[in-house]
């Protein structure tokens, strides 16, 4: 069973980068379609970016918020995936989370499609 770990997390201002990291243990990671999401204070959880499994893309999907300024990627040698966030905003923070799937569903914006989630690491965008 895969296990996931988010990090890169922290402090920010407006404009800046960051660079989170999804780290899977026990499974290879190519095996899944990968997803992120966030969760702000008060709000629903909000799809962010996903990645389809290895063998069927690499298909990726993008929320509408983040299209242009996110980048989603996978290092099959690293068993990791990457969410590059560009240009952010204060309305960027969030807990961030990834979440691996069913590798049938492709690069698929919907959470119940997910089964196995990382703790969450936190996003702070400072205006």
């Known amino acids: 069973q895969v296990q996931l770990a988010e990090s890169g997390g922290g402090l920010v201002q407006a404009g800046g980068s960051l660079r989170l990291s999804c780290l899977a243990s026990?499974?290879?990671?190519?095996?899944?379609?990968v997803g992120w999401f966030r969760r702000a204070p008060g709000n629903e959880r909000e799809f962010v970016a996903s990645?389809?499994?290895?063998?069927?893309?690499?298909?990726?999907n993008y929320g509408d918020s983040v299209k242009g300024r996110f980048t989603i990627s996978r290092d099959n040698a690293k068993n990791t995936v990457y969410l590059q966030m560009n240009s952010l905003k204060p309305e960027d923070t969030a807990v961030y989370s990834c979440?691996?799937?069913?590798?049938?569903?492709?690069?698929?914006?919907?959470?119940?499609?997910?089964?196995?989630w990382g703790q969450g690491t936190q996003v702070t965008v400072s205006s």
């Open positions: 026990g499974r290879p990671i190519s095996s899944y379609a």
């Open positions: 990645i389809s499994a290895r063998w069927s893309g690499p298909n990726t």
């Open positions: 979440a691996a799937g069913s590798p049938f569903s492709g690069a698929t914006m919907n959470e119940d499609n997910y089964h196995t």
